[in-house]
């Protein structure tokens, strides 16, 4: 069964960094794309980075472009989301997924699974 945990999360000061980990088990994950989406109280869940199977794509949104980068390790099973100079904005629950195909996607309904989510808080 493919479980996905997220780690890294926490509370930062404006400005500051963090490094997102996710970490997949249950299968080998080569060729798999995968994703960082966030949900912030109230609103819906948003796109924020995406990976190719092959590492060789990547897409940010606009609103963490030059901020934010995904990567992943050599053995497929990790994926990372680097976070440089947060802002109060970036506050949200952060969400890693999984889809079974190598193309990646900014939609929420192309993920097959998730992980439960963690929490980043950026203070002013």
């Known amino acids: 069964q493919v479980q996905l945990v997220e780690s890294g999360g926490g509370l930062v000061q404006a400005g500051g960094s963090l490094r997102l980990s996710c970490a997949a088990s249950?299968?080998?994950?080569?060729?798999?794309?995968a994703g960082w989406f966030r949900q912030a109280p109230g609103k819906e869940r948003e796109f924020v980075a995406t990976?190719?199977?092959?590492?060789?794509?990547?897409s940010h949104a606009d609103s963490v472009k030059g901020r934010f980068t995904i990567s992943r390790d050599s053995a497929w099973n990790t994926v990372y989301l680097q976070m440089n100079s947060l802002k109060p904005e970036d506050t949200a629950v952060y969400y890693c997924a999984y889809r079974a195909i190598a193309t990646m996607t900014a939609q929420v309904v192309e993920y097959d699974y998730w992980g439960k989510g963690i929490q980043v808080t950026v203070s002013s």
């Open positions: 990976i190719s199977g092959s590492g060789a794509l990547k």
């Open positions: 249950g299968r080998t994950f080569s060729s798999w794309a």
